[in-house]
Structures are given as C-alpha cells and as structure tokens.
C-alpha cells in the first residue's frame, strides 16, 4: 500500500498540543515572581497531570507539589516527587490510601476542615501508628471549603489534631474567587485578603502554643497580583504553566502566552451559515465554558492557524461530541470554504487548560524545532 | 496492618456507576420500539465507549453499531464487531486508518457531505484499489452538517462517488435539534422532518439511477417520538442506553430510568450555607450543563442517596475540579452537617451521560445483587 503524503497522515487530530517555549517562559515568569517575593513555590499538578510538565517546574525551582487527587499523589510519587500535598478535604474512606502512600516513603500531607475529619484522622493515625501530617484549610473567601481565620473551630480542629498525635503541618488557603475578578486593583486586594487571612489562621495558631510552620496560599490569578506575601511561607498556583483564555480574561495573561491548544482538522462546511466544522467538538474541547460570562466570551475556544497565530474574530461558536463549529463573530463569513479548505489544520486555544487537557490521553509536546513527543497524563482516580 | 473497615475501604470514589437493571430495561424498550417500528437498529457506541455495554445492545437485536471516533471503530473491531458506521464526515487525513480498518476485514462504512470529501475518498480508492462503503450526510434540521435533500449537491456528490468507484452505500441524518424540544408533539414532529427529509434524499438518488440501500436515521428523542418509519431501513440512537437529565427535561425518560450515576463521598461541610462539599467536581460530572436553558436547572446534578433514589430538591449547585457544592433548592438546609455526615455516599445523576461517562476510564457496572464490576472505556483518539 502507497503511503499517503507525510503532512495528511501526521495530521492525527484532535490532539492536545503543548508549545513548550510558551510553557517555559510560564514557569520561569511565575517562579522569578515567587523568588523575588520571597516564598517557596508548591505548583499544582492537577493541570498538568503530566510528568514532564511537573519535571520542568521542579527545575525551575518549584518545591513540591500540589495534586488534586490521590492517584495523581500516587502517580508522581512512582516518579520520584516525595512532598506532596493533596489539596482535597480528607475522608475516612480515603485513610488508607494515604497512609499507605506515607508508608512507602512518600511524605504526603493531607488536609482537613472539620472536628469529624480531624477525629477519623488520628483514629486511622493511633490505630496504625502513624503520625500524619495535616494541614488546616482556611476559607479565606468563602468560595468553597475551610474554617474561617477568626472562627473557634480553628482551634478546635488543631486541638483535635495535635493532642491525637498528628503533625500539625500548617494552614492554607485558595482564593477561588479571584477567578470572578478581572482588575489590577480587585485580584492585588483578593491577594490581600487571601494573605490576611491564612497569616491570622497561623498567628491565632501560634498564639495557643500550636506549630503552624506552613502558611500556604494561593491561585494563579492571586499569585501573579500579590504585591507583598509577608507571612506567607508557600504559594501555590496550576493553570499559569499552560494559561488559558479564562486567565486572558481575568488580565493575567495573553492569547500569545497560552501554551495548550487543541490541533484540529476541518471536515466540513455550511457556506451559507458560515461555518466549518471541525473535529474538535466538546469531547476534545471539554464542556468548559469559562468565558461564558466574562468580559469577552470565546465559545467553544479562539481559532488559530496551525502554527499558533490567533485568528482574530473567529471561535468555536458551538459543539457536539466530535464537531465543532467554527464560525467568524459578526457577520458570516461566505468564503469560510476557500479560506479553510476541507483537510485545513487549525489550532484552538480553551477556555480553561484544566478542563480541556482532561479530555486527552497525552499531550503532543511542541518544541521551536518543530519535533514533537507524546507525554502521557493520568486519568481518572 | 489492619484493615480498615471493608464498608469505607469499599467506598473509593467518585466512580461512574452503570445500574445494570435500568440499563437493560432502556436496552429492551428501544429495541422492542425498532421493532415493532419494523426497522433495524444500529446503536451509537459513542456514549458508552464500552463492549459489554454494546455487546448488551447486540444480544438485544441490535444490528452493528454507529462510532464518533476512528480509535471506536478499531476498539469496537478487535472485539468483534465488523458492521461499523464512523458517523462524522470523513477527511483525507483520516483515509489512511479508514483504509487500513477495511484491509482488516472492518465492514466500515464511512461518511461525506461535499464534493471535495468524495473526491478524496475516491483518489485514496483508485490509488490503493478500495471500494469504500459510503454514506451521503444529509442536514434534516439545520443543525450542524450534511446536504439538505432538495440541493443540487446531493446529486453531484453521489456522482463523483459512484463514478469514482466508491460503493454508494445509502444516505444517512440526525436530527440534532431534536434536544432543544420538549413536548411530545414537537418530537413527534421532529421524527417527521428528520424521516421525510432522509427518505426523500434516497428517493433523488433512486430516481437518479443511482443506488441507496440504506436510509438511516436517528437520535434518541427522534428514535422514541416517531410514529412511522416508512421509506427508513434503520435507526441509530446512543444516550437512550443510559439516559440522563437532558433526556429527562426532553420527555423521553423519567429520572428513576437513568442507569449512569456518579458515586461520590461527602468530604466537608459549611453548614451556615447549607451546603456539603463532595469529592464529585466537574472533573467526575463533566462541565457540561445541559440543563441550563431547559425546563428545569439540576446545577452540576441531581443527588441520590447511595441506592439510587433521588433526594427531591438536592443538586450539585457548583462544581470546582475535585469539589462538587451539594445544597437544597431554597431556603439553605442548615442541618445538612447533621442529614450527609462526613464520609455520606451519594449518587448524582448526570446532566449528559456522553460527557460524564467520557471522564472516567471505566465503569462500575452494579448488579441488582449488588456485585458489581470494572468495564473499560475507550480514552482519546
């Protein structure tokens, strides 16, 4: 069998692709920033997903990770990362796991917001003879879970912990809500506030005789506006080493500096809508629509050319499984047939990196030379 | 060491739980529905991802199945499964695996909506001497892609087909817009529209002199709302096999026949907003939000209790990656600490089942004796 030309049967699309001098210059950008403010910097895997993605951070001068879940703990564990925090509140059901992690060396902290977690921690602990390490999650803004800096059970909780023979190891904070802002001035003071808050947790700690050597705070948006973290020992922060279009739209980052994009193909064409479909529908897009409700709303995601060159006024304006629609902002574009022929490669920058990355087994990693290499993510739990 | 209690080890979640009986139930009515409608049926595999799921909908009187992705066709293949429909149009980047699919003895049917698509189909076939089997996408209702059945082009593509050398195997559509409809009579109308547009495309092309054995047609709320077939040969519908929230706003199921769910564990608790924090985010449930815009909003999912029977007025009202926020419509339940204690296992019932299933890598597939096992599912392309 003839082979087919080498650029149609290298066109496996879609795919995730990683341009990896966008992605180093994310790292270094964000570590030059936590160095010159003094913090060590604690990224968080959960972007990612990806070994070679986690490596690159380390070498940039991160110090442990972050990750979401305990298989990601398990998974960079086997690849030679030891400081690990599981940023997810601690379960009964998940004890074991954990302690099984921390027995094969892995110096796994976990975390904790209730007298009730706090208890079934050190029972696990006492019953097994472990003395794990726990963090206190602090809700700095009450976007989601934690205690409240100034409420009694802060020290209820540490009591509980510290007196069961756990390690109390600090407090953190993540100010989810910086996600909502998109002014210099509104994510400097969430910066702020997300300071302020887990520095009191740590100062009401101390004041009552308890170890709170950690104080660890952070989001990508928080982290790229703080102008001082006095206090602070750790930030953390994930999506800043791809970016996304939610994150341009928040004002911390360009369309030039979005490392993760979606190579896809055009399949089809409705000329009088002024559409193209593509194969990247949600299944390759995810189903984020972070800029929904934003100041500037990009569909499905910002068309590009194949080499990463924004396509100004064109997005996905809708998806299905496998199609995407491409469509130009304004009126249709009737020459959308000859401008993207059927075969066309484009490229489309996500909404939200996370979400999207999601969607795909491997990354295709994009070096300056053009050569590529596969870099598998974890999946599932 | 010892072993923690099986009931909380036994509880790793979140998981995608398949309830086998409510499966087998959708399974049946479907297929006693083609039936009885004097059709074949050819199930889309793409919301399963899964052979036992599939394998469940042949041993029921299905007759080959409907893919969304090439990797699906070669999955679905190696287990068997030779009469394979790759129901998005077809690029000259992907002929190559078409190509290699049908050496192996893959009856793999492909699909083209342009001239230039057939054309490329047609060279490929002369180069390497393959008569490819395809099928002419035809738009019924505006939705995404296809030749609607009274243009010009229908003819033309059929030509440079047939003339080429591919084997013209019939005409295909899907009544996309079928989701945005929630009354019977309006389905029912849909059904019409989707049927009469595929059997008059079959007829242009008979009357032509040219062949269509094939006239096919479907989507779930089409498949259940039709109230004659005439002039059809056979039906493809995927999402009725487990049913989701969507479908439950369309009409077409009732919440108590949604056999996909996501079991998930009560991590935390801010009673003074009535919410449980879950450890079933967007990552487990998907962002997809299919139910914003419909009859009734179930946020991120309806919660059941761990057997599966709604909790009237609880959903997921937030999602953040590994963190679901469970509340009360209303008034805020302020005893919810006290009603899902830490460690509480749940069910949520999906907003879409293609997009939730498609976030794990396999499926606990729950007897009505309450074994249960691990189905795999295709990941990526």
């Not at 066109?11 to 936590?34: F, G, K, Y």
């Not at 170890?211 to 930030?235: H, I, K, N, W, Y």
């Not at 100041?295 to 924004?310: E, I, L, M, R, T």
């Not at 490669?345 to 979400?355: D, E, G, K, S, W």
């Amino acid at each position: 069998m003839d082979p087919l030309p080498a650029s149609l049967a290298q066109a496996e699309t879609p795919a995730a692709v990683i341009d990896l001098d966008r992605m180093q210059h994310n790292i270094s950008r964000m570590q030059q920033r936590m160095d010159a403010l003094g913090v060590a910097f604690r990224p968080h895997a959960k972007t990612s997903k990806c070994i070679p993605v986690v490596q690159a951070q380390i070498a940039a001068g991160a110090r442990g990770i972050t990750v979401s879940t305990l298989k990601e703990a398990e998974h960079f564990f086997a690849a030679g990362i030891a400081d690990i925090l599981y940023a997810v509140g601690m379960v009964p059901g998940k004890l074991a796991q954990a302690l099984a992690l921390r027995r094969q060396g892995c110096d796994l902290k976990i975390l904790c917001d209730s007298v009730a977690s706090a208890e079934a921690i050190v029972a696990c602990g006492a019953a097994h003879g472990e003395a794990f390490e726990v963090w206190i999650e602090i809700d700095s803004d009450g976007h989601r879970s934690g205690i409240r800096a100034d409420e009694p059970a802060l020290l209820q909780v540490a009591r509980v912990l510290h007196e069961g023979g756990a390690r109390l190891g600090g407090v953190m904070t993540h100010a989810g809500s910086s996600y909502d802002l998109d002014t210099p001035a509104a994510l400097a003071a969430m910066a702020e506030q997300e300071r302020a808050a887990c520095v009191l947790a740590a100062q009401r700690l101390r004041a009552a005789g308890l170890p709170c050597p950690v104080v660890s705070v952070g989001s990508t948006p928080t982290a790229l506006s703080a102008s001082q973290l006095d206090g602070v020992t750790e930030v953390r922060a994930g999506v800043y080493v791809f970016f996304d279009l939610v994150m341009r739209n928040i004002g911390v980052c360009r369309e030039q500096d979005i490392a993760l994009s979606v190579l896809t193909t055009v399949i089809g064409h409705q000329p009088e809508k002024g559409w193209a479909i593509v194969d990247a529908g949600w299944m390759a897009m995810s189903r984020d629509r972070g800029t929904q409700k934003q100041k500037q709303d990009f569909g499905y995601g910002q068309v590009c050319d194949a080499a990463g060159q924004v396509l100004e006024g064109y997005t996905l304006v809708g998806a299905n499984q496998e199609h995407g629609i491409l469509a130009r902002s304004g009126e249709p574009d009737r020459d959308i047939a000859a401008r993207f022929p059927l075969g066309t490669v484009l490229r489309i920058l996500p909404n939200h990196a996370c979400a999207t990355g999601a969607q795909f087994p491997a990354y295709r990693a994009c070096r300056a030379d053009g050569t590529t290499e596969r870099w598998e993510r974890v999946h599932g739990w």
